[in-house]
């Protein structure tokens, strides 16, 4: 039999398509606020997603869908929210035949049983322009640590490998809340000691694995620990921008571990530049043109998450731009599809120079709102570097329809963007040479 990483592609296709349509009439139709009262909306039946085909026919969303005032407590209707009758709709086969057996026995126990899949019980930060918590279950921290035992394998680690951990501190984003699990998926032993505590922790475990979020704060263990790391250390996975750090540690595999912030788990290289496995049987990966929301080979990084009952997403759109490879990895063979290792964790979520004041400005909600827009006859959405450094610029230029009408068209189009966006662009450019055009431009 197949392992989980060495499936065919129908087979793949085959087993997504039937946990979607699981997911989506026995889960989120039933429990999720923000399916009923938002997708629902649309005119979208659960009964209309059937298998992976009927993906496309749900809307992707971002935090700024979820949140439009900003306010983070619009978070809270990703979250599931089933109630006790409602478990044995909720739960699988195992689990429900479980708590029928307790209930018989203990009500305590039966009330147990529903908790660890229905309540909350940890959270993490999760978000760019609007940071809200992440919740999961009692039984989603267990497929949070299966995947994590997955990523052990795809590194190229086993239980005999001891990490020492300097990824933490500060607050719990996804790397911090993530990386504990895979070591205890994988059995391996760990010491998740931070970033002040790491190059001390190297003088007291026999270390064969370090993790670092780059160069910095590898170079910050070093100086706490002493010139190199331990001839012991093989292999260092960085949660971050890799850039650097293989002059910083001779002879070692640098590895880059990453996932999207409001997800649960890791993904990983298993040789430098690889791409980042994903594991085709818990989630669903896609690349979306972010101007038009379109498949595309490369573009925004869209996840669906397939049997979470915490914060469940579904065609949830990252904010990370990258390539997605389908093709068997030329470096392990594994059959599962990969995002390109140079993926740009925040691409579509800018800090932006606007009034002369720095915001946080999402440009998928700014090409949004001119999307819909009739009096355009073309547009472009461009992030630019200032050339004195600080916050970059947002550029949008415009071409109208009626050209007699283009200043109500800029201004119309400026108050669209502010809605959706939460701010305006730091320039509206009128310009009919982009007549034609509706693309969103990164640096």
Do not use: N
């Amino acid at each position: 039999m197949a392992t989980w990483d060495r499936q065919s592609g129908a087979k793949i296709a085959h087993v997504q398509g039937k946990a979607l349509a699981e997911q989506v009439s026995a889960r989120l139709a039933r429990y999720q606020p923000y399916w009923r009262e938002t997708v629902r909306g649309t005119g979208l039946r659960a009964a209309a997603v059937r298998g992976l085909d009927d993906l496309t026919k749900i809307p992707a969303v971002g935090e700024r869908d979820l949140c439009p005032d900003g306010d983070p407590a619009g978070a809270a209707r990703l979250v599931l929210q089933p109630d006790e009758s409602g478990f044995a709709l909720h739960a699988d086969d195992r689990q429900f035949r479980r708590a029928v057996r307790q209930r018989l026995i203990s009500p305590a126990a039966y009330r147990r049983t529903v908790d660890d899949v229905t309540r909350p019980v940890a959270f993490h930060q999760g978000g760019l322009a609007i940071r809200f918590p992440v919740a999961s279950t009692r039984a989603d921290l267990d497929l949070v640590a299966r995947a994590g035992a997955r990523l052990w394998q795809v590194l190229g680690l086993t239980a005999a490998d001891v990490l020492v951990s300097a990824v933490g501190g500060g607050g719990s984003d996804l790397a911090t809340f993530a990386l504990p699990y895979a070591a205890i998926g994988a059995g391996a032993p760990a010491l998740h000691a931070g970033p002040r505590g790491a190059g001390e922790a190297l003088a007291t475990m026999p270390a064969t694995v370090v993790a670092v979020r780059g160069a910095a704060a590898l170079e910050r263990m070093l100086d706490a620990y002493g010139d190199r790391l331990p001839e012991t250390v093989s292999t260092v996975l960085v949660a971050g921008d890799a850039s650097g750090v293989a002059s910083l540690a001779p002879g070692a595999r640098v590895l880059r571990v990453w996932g999207p912030g409001e997800a649960r788990w890791l993904w990983g290289e298993c040789a430098p530049g690889s791409g980042l496995h994903t594991y085709p049987d818990l989630e669903i990966v896609e690349a979306l043109d972010p101007a038009t929301g379109q498949p595309a080979g490369s573009g925004e990084v869209t996840l669906t998450q397939l049997g979470v009952r915490g914060s469940a997403l579904v065609r949830w759109r990252t904010a990370a731009v990258g390539a997605l490879d389908a093709a068997p990895c030329p470096h392990c063979g594994r059959s599962v599809p990969r995002v390109a290792s140079d993926v740009a964790p925040a691409a579509l979520v800018t800090a932006a120079e606007v009034g002369g004041e720095t915001v946080a400005l999402d440009l998928r909600a700014v090409a949004g709102a001119l999307a819909g827009r009739a009096d355009l006859a073309g547009w472009t959405v461009a992030r630019r570097p200032r050339p004195e450094g600080g916050a970059p610029l947002v550029v949008v230029r415009l071409a109208a329809v009626d050209a007699g009408r283009a200043a109500d068209a800029a201004l119309g189009a400026h108050a669209d963007i502010v809605a959706m966006a939460g701010a305006g662009p730091t320039q509206v450019v009128l310009d009919p040479a982009v007549a034609g055009r509706t693309s969103l431009e990164l640096p």
